[in-house]
């Protein structure tokens, strides 16, 4: 299973992102899909989680400004990102849990995509 984002780059400012991930391979359902994000030196940080029943979660930088979402049919998370800011920089990792057609549960994250947000 892979799991490919995309959608980031550079905004200004007060500027929205829409980010994308896509989860291919043997995949028999997708539990958890999150955002994370890691600047450097820093520890990867969780920014919005959700569930495949529909719950979501977020950190307190991002609620407010950010929304996770999830098509389940087409195995994708996105992460819509309004009003953001310097300290928002950072590379983006979607991550997810989930279950193959062996019926196992695994880890897997994404390459990462990088948002620049300029003052």
């Known amino acids: 299973v892979q799991l490919q984002a995309s959608g980031g780059g550079l905004v200004q400012a007060g500027g929205s992102l829409r980010l994308s991930c896509a989860a291919s391979?043997?995949?028999?359902?997708?539990?958890?899909m999150d955002w994370y994000r890691q600047t450097p030196g820093n520890q990867r940080e969780l920014v919005a989680a959700?569930?495949?029943?529909?719950?979501?979660n977020y950190a307190d930088s991002a609620k407010g400004r950010f929304t996770i979402s999830r098509d389940n049919t087409k195995n994708t998370v996105y992460l819509q990102m309004n009003n953001l800011k310097p300290e928002d920089t950072a590379v983006y990792y979607c991550?997810?849990?989930?279950?193959?057609?062996?019926?196992?549960?695994?880890?897997?994250w994404g390459r990462g995509t990088q948002v620049t947000v300029s003052s």
């Open positions: 959700s569930s495949r029943g529909g719950s979501t």
């Open positions: 391979g043997s995949i028999f359902s997708i539990n958890n």
């Open positions: 991550h997810a849990v989930a279950t193959n057609i062996a019926r196992s549960q695994f880890t897997v």
